[in-house]
């Protein structure tokens, strides 16, 4: 059982886009995925954001113009303390020399106070009005991969998702994609932004003062090598931690649904035992962890405030020898300070780039994977099929070694039933699989009134098909919707019909909704018999040629049981049915029972026939229904 | 979260040094613009380059003294932070340990695992960053409040206006995106429904030709949650300009009265300079507090739900003084194995009781079986043997003893329980066969399994005994794993067998093949068999008929078929007329 949600882009963004690093910090923390083919992944992924290439060129100018203007304002406002300083000292001085002192020049810093409030709120304007595009881009390219998905999914053949599990498959769609879908968000622009005013503060502070400037780019190779070192150890850190709670989730998702077993096995001492043990592995990876991560940030501030000193020193030297003004140096240390952030995000970008990219990656695996072969383009069409079915020569297996049937030969005729009986994991299911193409066979052919089923769409084919399976599947929608299922465009009259056909109109009217009662997501507001009862309801309602049934082994109380059973009778009549059989009546009725064993049909025949072979079915029809009757029979 | 936190007491001394290097680390930051200032207003001013220098020595200084704090306070609060987490967890699995069947149906499997793994996590983090930035955010803000008061008074007018707006801005934009966000949880959860019935339901969408339905339905969710998102993250992406925006008007704001102030002679350039900076550290630190109310909800909501789960005392106890069995076997007259006496019970909060008056006993040697309808009381009834739960009226005895009297373990020892839902441990075969029995060896593992019927495919895999069992056994399948937890029950040699519907996954074959094997291992054990199937129970010495709770006839086959009506019901659903006979 899985319990973990999905991370969600709430979670994941902790008060929105980076203001305190939010998701750039997570990042550091955890060893980037790498992609296999990185370029190759990087272009497809590009290529989806093509249709919007207008408005990521808007975005990108956006960015730049924003980040410029922003950079533009610690100059200007530098210049205006640099009045300031001036008009005192010069006070100063006058009144030294006991000259008439002056009122600081209010109209200049008047004029650039003015530029100033324009430009941050051209800069703010310019920064808003890229991310509010860039949200649309970005949700509605993580839509369309979505979209991509599931109708990719929809053309996979049953072998695909046989081989995979729901977690597995449903992963891509949730984690992978908001994986992408965050990145597209935030980190797209801020890597925009981190160069922009990497770039853009160096180029300002070299026309302020390129002696100060270097000095500032001395500091430079230590924040690279605080991110390089310092990281891949956090990151060493924090796969141990990783690995030590994803073994500690085991432990407690394996404990807590056993928990009956530990507790009737007397085991709640070594399980704690155990827990504890991971536990404190789970301590000793994580504090340290923390702590390489924690330690990253005063490096950074210790190195900017390394910055901040020499600047203040030399600068002020500087100023004193008339080499640049007082309002440089303040600009100085406010773009030492703009510098930090930037540096530290591009570091993390890159990893988050790399894990979006992996992300990416198997995304375009599933849209890569083969599809079912597509539908004949010249498809017959069927009006009023009859049902009868013919197997000729059909060998087929799931994986090419060993043959699961091997040349297949039966005639069905319309209205006669067929049970296919043997015991678990006899291949039962395979054959019905075969008959509506849910896998294609190697060799020979299957035909319906003398057509080959490949010579049919997919849909003409099912649409002749009916099932009842033993995996109740119902949706999470009304018990109408669900029973409407069968057929789409049924009218209420014929839903209702089809219920009472199938003996469950009686007990959807005894629900305090009726028809319109929600079936929950598990649908365990209704016992398994009647999920069983809308099933055979669903299938009325199709009213196929054809008819598969899987008969219900457990888990049904004897009076729905006796329900299902008339209903399902009720359906057969006047229909070729196949039913996976474990009832005696149903098989001795049968026309033609054929024998599964390991994947092969070893005998077929009618009941009396199999019965005068004493094969298989002879032996199993003893232990199984006559054994009741033997004294020596196996019971307990 | 705040009772939470008494785990925290084992590191308070820990704790009062991360305080104080915080608070070390916090004033080393605000002291540098002061002596900024002053190498402004006298050294520059006075053009005194020693006076420069040696304030920037002593800069510097404090730079590394201040990293150093606050690489201690990172030290010290990673260690209590993920050592409280360690502490909180270990406490609630250990609780959660304890708990009888009826406070885990409580809560739920589900929730009880997340609360131990995902709201711990949670608690944790929330922990780590108060004590790396919330005590670092009003330090910060105080100090900085009454530098930039020394610095000029007047002009922390500007920071009065400034700061209440940018508190507001922030929960305005809070309390504008925080519900978009729980919208999104819950497209999301619809998505992934939408999706996950889509995979469970494959085939029968294929079969009735609706996939062009089903893609319409992911669409509909698709579309709903991207609209969301980008409402949502339109919403966020206020924050930062606006933030931005305030900073920097604030400084502006800042430049231009201080030059009033300074024209006016209150105040020096320097101490503009410093100004602006404690300013900014001020606004700051009101950020990151603003974001902790952002962050501390969330978090509470988890420490809510840990509490919940440490303040459920499991209503099942041992007694104090517990009684070893005195009856069984050993004693003449043996007393029966188990023996109900007018048993009782009801689910908590059910109107109706879910077994009534049930008496009967079971003794050694013999075969109970117990069948019924869904919801008849099957498996609760076989619950209440091990004290899974307790009874409501009446008693339950094994060995002559109540089961209330025992210590829960002398109880479990004496039962190998085969539940329903089978459950096996991620490890090898050989671990779980052995669950029950540490020390049996490989042999009696062999012939436990062959009973089950499992040595054929066990010796199919590689490693036979050794061979891998995944998370919850899913590498194996459901008839194989009933196996499994077949074997293991038999390894444990115990004195009570109970098969809680065991068989159902098997086909008859198997099933008979492991009745036979089991009544010739089984002589001296009392068996309790659950199940649906007439032909499983149709042998046993005693079947207990269940309707709705109640005794519906005890009794063997022949005889229930005289007088048991509901009996008589089930078996002709399930055999036809010649079976009957």
Not at chain 2, 215 to 235: G, L, P, S
Not at chain 2, 311 to 334: K, N, Y
């Amino acid at each position: 059982m899985s319990v973990r949600r999905p991370e969600t882009p709430a979670a994941s963004r902790p008060g929105g886009p980076g203001l305190m690093g939010g998701g750039a910090w997570g990042a550091m923390g955890r060893p980037p995925e790498k992609p296999k083919d990185f370029k190759g992944t990087l272009f497809r992924l590009v290529r989806y954001l093509s249709p919007y290439r207008k408005k990521l060129v808007v975005v990108l100018i956006f960015a730049i113009l924003s980040t410029l203007f922003a950079i533009l304002g610690p100059k200007i406002l530098g210049q205006a303390t640099t009045a300031i300083f001036n008009g005192v000292v010069g006070n100063l001085i006058a009144v030294r020399a006991h000259r008439p002192t002056h009122s600081l020049d209010f109209g200049y810093i008047g004029h650039i106070v003015l530029i100033l409030i324009s430009l941050y709120t051209v800069s703010a304007v310019f920064n808003y009005a890229q991310q509010y595009i860039m949200a649309g881009v970005a949700q509605k390219t993580v839509y369309a991969l979505r979209r991509d998905v599931d109708a990719k999914l929809a053309r996979l053949p049953l072998k695909f998702f046989d081989a995979r599990t729901h977690g597995e498959i449903l992963s891509r769609v949730t984690n992978d994609i908001d994986t992408i879908a965050t990145t597209l968000q935030q980190s797209m622009t801020q890597l925009i932004t981190s160069v922009v005013t990497i770039v853009g503060v160096m180029v300002v502070m070299l026309t302020i003062s390129p002696l100060l400037t270097v000095i500032v780019l001395v500091t430079m190779p230590l924040y690279g090598l605080v991110t390089g070192v310092v990281a891949k150890r956090s990151q060493q850190y924090f796969a141990a931690q990783q690995k030590e709670l994803g073994r500690l989730n085991g432990h407690v998702e394996d404990m807590f649904t056993g928990h009956t077993i530990v507790k009737a096995f007397g085991h709640e001492d070594r399980s704690i035992e155990r827990f504890n043990l991971i536990n404190d592995r789970l301590y000793t990876a994580g504090w340290k962890a923390q702590f390489v991560s924690g330690v990253i940030m005063p490096l950074m501030t210790f190195i900017g405030n390394l910055g901040y000193v020499i600047i203040a020193v030399v600068g002020g030297i500087f100023v004193t020898q008339g080499r640049i003004t007082i309002g440089d140096v303040q600009a100085f240390i406010q773009y030492s300070q703009q510098f930090t952030w930037p540096i530290v995000q591009t570091a993390n970008i890159a990893n988050i780039i790399q894990s979006t990219v992996a992300s990416a990656e198997r995304v375009f695996e599933l849209l890569d994977e083969t599809e079912e072969i597509p539908e004949p383009t010249d498809a017959i069409v069927f009006d009023s099929p009859r049902g009868d079915v013919a197997i000729n020569h059909v060998t087929f297996s799931y994986n090419s070694d060993a043959p699961l049937i091997d040349d297949l030969n039966i005639d069905v005729h319309h209205g006669q039933t067929i049970a296919i009986v043997g015991p678990t994991g006899a291949g039962k299911t395979t054959l019905v699989n075969l008959l509506i193409r849910f896998y294609e066979i190697d060799r020979g052919r299957i035909t319906i009134d003398g057509v080959d089923i490949r010579d049919i769409t997919r849909g003409t084919l099912r649409s002749i098909f009916g099932m009842v399976l033993q995996d109740t599947w119902l949706f999470n929608g009304t018990i109408r919707d669900n029973i409407a299922y069968g057929r789409g465009g049924a009218t209420e009259d014929e839903i209702v019909r089809a219920a009472q056909a199938a003996h469950a109109d009686h007990f959807i009217r005894t629900l305090p909704q009726g028809y319109d009662t929600i079936l929950n997501e598990e649908a365990s507001n209704i016992s398994q018999g009647q999920k069983q009862l809308l099933t055979i309801a669903r299938a009325v309602l199709a009213d196929p040629a054809i008819l598969i049934l899987d008969e219900a082994t457990s888990n049904v109380d004897s009076r729905t049981e006796v329900l299902i059973q008339q209903a399902m009778a009720t359906l057969m009549q006047g229909r070729t049915s196949f039913v996976i059989a474990h009832r005696l009546s149903t098989i001795r009725d049968a026309e033609k029972i054929l024998v599964m064993n390991k994947g092969n049909i070893i005998e077929h025949g009618n009941h009396r026939e199999l019965l005068a072979q004493g094969g298989f079915y002879a032996d199993l029809y003893n232990s199984q229904f006559a054994g009741a009757s033997l004294d020596d029979a196996v019971m307990v | 979260m705040i009772r939470l936190y008494q785990f925290l007491k084992p590191y308070s001394t820990a704790l009062g040094a991360t305080v104080a290097f915080v608070l070390l680390q916090t004033l080393s930051t605000l002291y540098l613009p002061t002596l900024m200032a002053d190498i402004v207003d006298h050294g520059i001013a006075r053009k005194d380059i020693g006076y420069i220098v040696s304030t920037g020595e002593v800069m510097l200084a404090i730079t590394v003294g201040g990293m150093v704090c606050s690489i201690a306070a990172a030290f010290l609060s990673s260690r209590i932070a993920v050592g409280f987490g360690r502490d909180v967890r270990a406490k609630l699995f250990a609780r959660v340990e304890t708990f009888s069947l009826h406070e885990v149906d409580l809560f739920g499997t589900a929730t009880l695992i997340t609360r131990t793994t995902n709201d711990v996590t949670q608690v944790q983090m929330v922990t780590l960053v108060i004590l790396r930035m919330m005590i670092g955010a009003p330090i910060t803000a105080i100090g900085g409040l009454i530098l930039a008061l020394q610095q000029d008074r007047p002009l922390t007018l500007v920071l009065a206006v400034a700061v209440p707006i940018l508190v507001i801005a922030i929960v305005l934009i809070a309390r504008a995106a925080i519900p978009q966000f729980g919208l999104m949880q819950i497209k999301l959860d619809r998505l992934n429904l939408v999706m996950r019935e889509g995979l469970t339901g494959i085939r029968v969408i294929r079969a009735f030709n609706r996939v062009d339905h089903q893609t319409q339905r992911f669409d509909h969710a698709n579309t709903d949650i991207a609209d969301n998102a980008i409402r949502a993250n339109r919403i966020v992406a206020l924050l930062m300009p606006i933030m931005m925006l305030l900073m920097n008007l604030t400084t502006v704001a800042i430049l231009w009265f201080g030059a009033v102030r300074i024209n006016s002679g209150g105040m020096h350039v320097g101490s503009l300079i410093a100004f602006t900076q404690y300013a900014m550290q001020i606004m700051f630190s009101f950020l990151m507090v603003s974001m902790m109310f952002v962050m501390i909800p969330r978090a509470a909501a988890s420490a809510v739900r840990i509490n919940a789960v440490l303040d459920t005392v499991p209503e099942i106890a041992d007694p104090l003084h517990p009684i070893e069995a005195v009856g069984g076997p050993e004693i003449s007259p043996p007393s029966p194995t188990i023996e109900f006496r007018d048993v009782t019970f009801s689910y908590p909060g059910a109107e109706q009781p879910a077994l009534s008056d049930i008496s009967f006993s079971a003794g050694l040697g013999e075969v109970t079986a117990i069948i019924g309808g869904t919801g008849s009381g099957k498996s609760t009834l076989v619950n209440l043997i091990p004290r899974f739960y307790d009874v409501d009226r009446g008693s339950v005895l094994v060995d002559g003893v109540d089961v209330r009297e025992m210590s829960q373990q002398t109880l479990r020892a004496k039962i190998g329980l085969v539940p329903q839902r089978t459950v096996l441990f991620a490890g090898m075969i050989a671990d779980n066969l052995r669950y029950g029995n540490q020390d049996a060896n490989d042999a009696a593992l062999m012939h436990a399994a062959e009973v089950a019927q499992a040595t054929e495919f066990i010796s199919l895999m590689s490693d036979g005994l050794g061979a891998t069992v995944a998370q919850g056994g899913s590498n194996f399948s459901g008839g194989q794993k009933q196996r499994l937890s077949i074997a293991r029950a038999l390894v444990r040699k115990p004195e009570i067998y109970i098969f809680d519907d065991s068989f159902s996954a098997l086909d008859f074959r198997t099933d008979a093949r492991i009745r036979a094997a089991l009544k010739r291992e089984a002589t001296d054990s009392t068996v309790l068999i659950v199940a649906q199937r007439v032909a499983t129970v149709m042998d046993a010495d005693r079947i207990i008929v269940l309707d709705d709770g109640r005794v519906a006839g005890i009794g063997s086959h022949r005889e229930l078929m005289h007088n048991c009506n509901v009996y008589r019901e089930i078996v002709s659903s399930q055999l036809s007329a010649e079976e009957v006979a």
